[in-house]
């Protein structure tokens, strides 16, 4: 099946998507207020973006150091032909992996790991190396955090 382009987003729901970005906990009618609708028009705003995929989910954001994982990490695979699929199942099976994705490239996958320790960290990924060779990167800072596409 080609690909369709998205329906346009107007400004209305582009603001509504931002006031949900900055504070996903907002009642319908203070976000009606923000984007100056109505709790009911809001509502229905919200269930439509929601029910076409624009809405993907809420979420909660847990502070790994309070679980004591503080080590983010990330560890670049390179696996050939049926290993590839061996990644994905051990990345979906490993509590550890908080991401996953598979790319082009010399790897085959870009993983995100939480670990405790760097003895932790050698637990995880000698699990991968069934599988191919690893790279293993520790993250010292997080100048941009995870965000959303720009909604201008």
Known sequence: MPWTPPKPIDPINRRILAELASDGRLSMREL????????PATTER???????????????VIDPDAFGYPMLVVVRVHSAGPNAAEVDRLAQE???????????????????????????????VERFWDYGDTITNVVTTTPVVLRDV???
Do not use: K, Q
């Open 94 to 124: 490993t509590p550890e992996v908080v991401e996953c994705h598979r790319v082009t490239g010399s790897e085959s996958h870009v993983i995100r790991v939480r670990v405790r320790d760097v003895a932790h960290l050698n637990e995880v």
């Open 32 to 39: 009606g207020d923000r984007v100056g609708l109505s709790a």
């Open 150 to 152: 720009p909604l201008e």
């Open 46 to 60: 919200v269930r439509r973006l929601e029910r076409d995929g624009v809405i993907r989910g809420y979420r909660t």
